[in-house]
Every structure is written in C-alpha cells, then in structure tokens.
C-alpha cells in the first residue's frame, strides 16, 4: 500500500479484557516498529521487527504485552488482561533498511490506534 | 537523564521569523538524528535527518549537528502558522535500529 495502515483506529476494551491492533507496513520495508504515545507524551518503544524475528522486544512493558510478524509483512500487537493505565495511541512504523545505511533510514509511521480501556 | 531531551515548549514565534528547535542527547555512541512534525491528534511525519556534523538544508528547514556537544537543532525559516506543531526529535544510536525519541517541543507561530 501508499503508506502504513494501522487498524482499528479506535478502540475501547473494558479493562481485563484482552485486544489485538494490526499494522500493515509499506509493502517491501523489511524493518517494523510498535511505539506507544500516552497523551501530551514522547513516542515510548516497544519493539522491533526485522523480517519476522524480534531482536530488541526491550521496551514491552510487561508480559501482558507481546507481538508477532508473519510473512515478513502484517504485525499484531497483543495485549493481555488490559488495563487503564495501557490507554494510549499505539504507533506502528515500517522503514526500509537497508544494509550499511542504518543511519539514514527513517520511520514511516501509520495513523495510530487509539486505545481506551475503561 | 533521559537520552533524549527537549523543552516541551510552548515556543511561540512571530509569522516570518526563525524559529530555534534544540534537542541534546546523552549517547555518544548516538549516530543519526532525525526531526518529526506532529500535528495534534495525527502521526509523526519526517521533516529531516542528518548524521554529519555541521549544517544540512532542506528548503525553509536546518538541521544542525555538533557531536562533541551532543545536540542537534531544527531551525525554521519564514516561520508559517501551518509550522505550528510539536516537533520531536529522534536519535538512534550506531549499530542499533529503533529510534529514540524526545519528549517533544511544542512551537506555535502568532500570526
């Protein structure tokens, strides 16, 4: 596609329960990100992808948390047992790393989903 | 000492003037230096990056980079009410993929 898709844009779980937000990256970009945005906040990162491994998971939070990429494409995001404090907009990015240009290769992010646990 | 750091602003700019975005970073290892655009309410966009020191243009945009101080500025020419956003600034570091970023400064141009 054009850009990364991200899906649902919105959605409110009721704490406890468990939710699942898609990511759809810009088609040949091998590396994959989830951050998360809490309102009035930086970008705090979760994890990355590259291909359909995860080399860095460092920034998942707790072990409610975790995701995976199949076919070197879609990422989900899982979130286990929800819960109030995991209300925040969820960002995915993609970007086309290429070897020995680490350095210049950007973050293309989709348009979020926007998660509300009540 | 966050890795990345920014004043969260507000910064407040007459219409035409420059604007003066500064992000210093703790890393020495720190390799590339990117500036985003955030409107309220949407998704980061990417204005610039620059790994070399000194400065690099991009129409109204400069980034600027001194790796013995360890900042890296955004300055905005001709300054637009449209420029009016918080713009974030990311690091990542040599070797590493993920990007690290600040906690965002937000700039408003007056009319």
């Known amino acids: 596609g054009a850009g990364v898709s991200q899906s649902p844009s919105n959605k409110v779980t009721e704490k406890g329960k468990d939710v699942e937000l898609r990511c759809d990256p810009i088609s040949g970009h091998t590396a994959l990100y989830w951050y998360r945005q809490s309102l009035g906040q930086g970008l705090e990162f979760l994890i990355y992808?590259?291909?359909?491994?995860?080399?860095?998971k460092s920034g998942l939070p707790s072990d409610r948390f975790s995701a995976e990429r199949t076919g070197g494409s879609v990422s989900t995001l899982t979130i286990q047992r929800t819960q109030q404090e995991d209300s925040a907009v969820y960002l995915c990015a993609s970007s086309l790393l290429r070897p020995g240009e680490w350095d210049n290769s950007p973050l293309h992010f989709g348009n979020g989903t926007r998660l509300t646990v009540t | 000492q966050k890795e990345v750091e920014q004043n969260s602003g507000p910064l407040s700019v007459p219409e035409g003037a420059i604007a003066s975005l500064n992000c210093t970073y703790s890393?020495?290892?720190?390799?590339?230096f990117f500036w985003y655009r955030q409107y309220s309410g949407k998704s980061p966009e990417l204005i610039m990056f620059i790994y070399s020191n000194g400065d690099k243009e991009d129409g109204r945009f400069t980034a600027q980079l001194n790796k013995a101080s360890q900042y890296v500025s955004l300055l905005i020419r001709d300054s637009q009410p449209s420029d009016s956003a918080t713009y974030l600034c990311?690091?990542?570091?040599?070797?590493?993929?993920?990007?690290?970023f600040g906690q965002g400064t937000r700039l408003t141009i007056n009319p």
């Open positions: 890393d020495r290892g720190s390799q590339s």
């Open positions: 992808f590259q291909g359909n491994s995860a080399p860095d």
């Open positions: 990311a690091v990542r570091r040599e070797g590493a993929q993920k990007l690290v």
